[in-house]
């Protein structure tokens, strides 16, 4: 897997490149609403229509991205196996990125679309998951890593709306 710095940004940059139809969830979603969380990879929830998958396809091609696996083979991932609702955890030329085609209890991009806000991220506009919903799933997947991070989104959370009440 190498020991480089993630770049989230080139992440970022080669799928708004190609098209790709997206919401940022997980650390980095926090970290872009102002949590002071550190994160490791790029989670995203990824729009599984036959277009958006292709366009997915090709900027996974792009970024020489393989399965993150113990045995160290380098699985590349396909189309067909991106539209299923399971997790696909990725390496890439710019750092790991994980694919998710649903969260929490089962929600896709379609059904997370109307909880996100769209953010300028350098020059790129991008979805983010809301704080509100990105809390909401933490607390169903209740894995203990998503369970330590929640006073820390709670806290960044109130703090956001008392600064939009003022």
Partial sequence: MGTQTPDFLELLKTLVLYG???IIVGGV???LQG?????FDLDLVHSRTPDNLERLYQALVDLDAYYREPAGRRLRPEPKHLSSSGHHLLMTRA??????GTIGAGRSYEDLLENTNELEVEDLRVRVLDLETLIE???QTGYAKDLAVLPILRRTLEEK???EHE
């Fill in 20 to 22: 790709v139809d997206f």
């Fill in 95 to 100: 750092g790991p990125l994980d694919l998710l």
């Fill in 29 to 31: 979603s926090a970290v």
């Fill in 161 to 163: 709306l008392k600064k």
């Fill in 35 to 39: 949590a002071p969380v550190t994160t």
């Fill in 137 to 139: 799933v933490k607390e």
